[in-house]
């Protein structure tokens, strides 16, 4: 499924760098602001070990990992929410996103020049997240303008509206972001059919740091304070080194993991904030296998069988019929898919099944 992720953050604290690491994508970083004009699109494997042990199993003609995939928007500066800094351009690109990660530097280097003179990770969260909030204020009241008119016609759902956005406009005017608004389902509807704001997508903070620190960050005072402010707000923070993943991303294999070991870590950055990101967004991975190919697909978290199966072909949702079903520590545990269905581990699903996190499944569908 294709959801989106924005890298965010102020010019400089290391987002192109940590882009470049991640998808090899070659955007541009240099030591001076504005460097990305442009959102760079990134698409990268999302790696699991359960999908190599499944093909290890099944010896298929291929291995198809699922995908992540990353945009790198340009850092955005004080008074980005009135266009300072190329800022009505870039609070374009972010709206077109799922999810937000906000990196934050948290690292100190005098020959890298920071925006506002210095590293404070407490000013880099409150700009960014104060444009972002000022961008939906402008939104909440100019559309609050016109239904004002709508509501005086005595428009029951004019008047609905007009009540909600004044809940919005008082929480984005106190300076907090619109997801801090407790918000029903028809509530999150009806914002979403009107208005696409910024601050309703969910935030993830990546805490960029020295090479030296990546694997003990306990006595980073910056990491200290961003994961502070980030609990408060009920987000989470990854720790990564972007100049680190840099040089993690040119090795395989066993080469690879022998680099994180020597480093005290057991997964790479970019392997946490797929993680992360996966939490954040409530994705979980489900599995096909066959002779010709073992896949990991993406899907929404309390996904039907139907739904899952359209992921793969909109036919496989039409014509579904049911869903041969077995949790993966079950295969694994029975060692094919022969002896799983012997011992009764296989089962056939209808289309009121909620697909968990690692099926294998084998859709039967009619069209």
């Keep these: 499924m294709a959801l989106t992720t924005g890298i965010v953050g102020l010019p400089n604290v290391g987002k192109s760098t940590l882009f470049n690491a991640i998808t090899r994508a070659g955007a541009e970083s240099a030591n001076y602001p504005f460097c ?33 995939q990353f945009t790198d928007i340009a850092g955005l500066v004080k008074g980005a929410s ?27 280097d005098e020959n890298i020049t920071h925006v506002s003179g210095q590293v404070d990770p407490l000013s880099d969260m409150e700009t960014i997240n104060l444009e972002l909030v000022l961008a939906d204020l402008e939104t909440v009241e100019r559309r609050l303008e016109r239904i004002t008119r709508q509501k005086k016609s005595g428009d029951a759902q004019a008047i609905k509206e007009h009540t909600l956005l004044s809940r919005l ?40 740091v020295s090479e030296d620190d990546v694997a003990d960050t306990d006595d980073n005072p910056h990491v200290k304070a961003l994961k502070r402010q980030a609990a408060s707000e009920g987000a989470e923070v990854v720790t990564i080194s972007a100049q680190l ?21 057991s997964s790479s950055g970019l ?48 014509g579904f019929i049911r869903a041969e079903v077995v949790g993966y520590n079950d295969l694994m545990e029975a060692g094919s898919m022969a002896v799983a269905r012997e011992k009764g581990l296989l089962r ?8 968990k996190d690692g099926d294998v499944v084998h859709f039967r569908f009619n069209v």
């Excluded at 801090?180 to 509530?187: F, G």
């Excluded at 040089?247 to 020597?262: A, H, T």
């Excluded at 309390?302 to 072909?313: F, L, M, S, W, Y």
């Design 36 to 68: 990305t004009i442009d959102p760079n699109v990134g698409v990268v494997d999302v790696q699991d070990q359960r999908l190599d042990e499944l093909a290890e199993m099944v010896n298929p003609q291929r291995v198809i990992p699922t995908s992540f």
């Design 82 to 108: 009135k266009g300072e800094g190329l800022g009505n351009q870039f609070l374009a690109h972010i709206r077109e996103v799922d999810a937000i990660i906000h990196v934050v530097r948290c690292f100190e």
């Design 169 to 208: 406009q008082e929480v984005l005017a106190e300076g907090r972001p619109a997801r801090s608004l407790d918000l029903d389902e028809d509530e999150r509807r009806m914002i979403d059919r009107s208005l696409n704001l910024l601050t309703l997508k969910k935030m993830l903070y990546a805490a960029n």
């Design 245 to 265: 993943e840099a040089e993690i991303v040119e090795l395989e294999g066993e080469e690879r993991q022998q680099f994180l070991e020597d480093l005290g870590l």
């Design 271 to 318: 392997d946490r904030l797929v993680e992360a990101a996966y939490r954040l967004l409530g994705l979980i991975t489900y599995f096909t296998a066959g002779e010709k190919e073992v896949r990991a697909w993406t899907i929404r978290e309390g996904t039907r069988a139907p739904q899952a199966a359209g992921v793969i072909h909109s036919d496989f949702e039409r």
């Design 348 to 355: 056939s699903e209808g289309k009121d099944y909620v697909v």
